[in-house]
Nanobody, 125 residues
Framework: VQLQASGGGLVQPGGSLRLSCAAS????????VAWFRQAPGKERDFVAV????????NIAESVKGRFTISRDGAKNTVYLQMNSLRPEDTAVYYC???????????????????WGQGTQVTVSS
């Protein structure tokens, strides 16, 4: 499966953005899809994950209550809705997917076989 991340941009603190992760080549059926982010000079961090079959989700504590993950099956797209954005949310955001992810390992980037190209999110006044 090929992944295309989009929706990043420049937003003021307190603003919102919705990132999209579109799949091509095959549908997301049977996949676990996650978002990670990497700020300059830092490691890539887990943000959110959605298991397509069953709809289980997990959100990182640092963004819980502000970010949500969802999907549109008809559009074969997974979204990351980001509200109440803060300057510390500034990063390149990546979507990732894999068919066989052990749920206890969903926050590890090594669990994912497929990655999108990343989309820049900058939160600044």
């Amino acid at each position: 499966v090929q992944l295309q991340a989009s929706g990043g941009g420049l937003v003021q603190p307190g603003g919102s953005l919705r990132l999209s992760c579109a799949a091509s080549g095959r549908t997301f059926a049977g996949y676990t899809v996650a978002w990670f982010r990497q700020a300059p000079g830092k490691e890539r961090d887990f943000v959110a994950v959605l298991k397509i079959s069953g709809g289980s989700t997990n959100i990182a504590e640092s963004v819980k209550g502000r970010f949500t993950i969802s999907r549109d099956g008809a559009k074969n797209t997974v979204y990351l809705q980001m509200n109440s954005l803060r300057p510390e949310d500034t990063a390149v955001y990546y979507c990732a997917a894999s068919r066989s992810v052990i749920w206890s390992n969903v926050a590890s980037d090594t669990a994912y076989a497929y990655w999108g190209q990343g989309t820049q999110v900058t939160v600044s006044s």
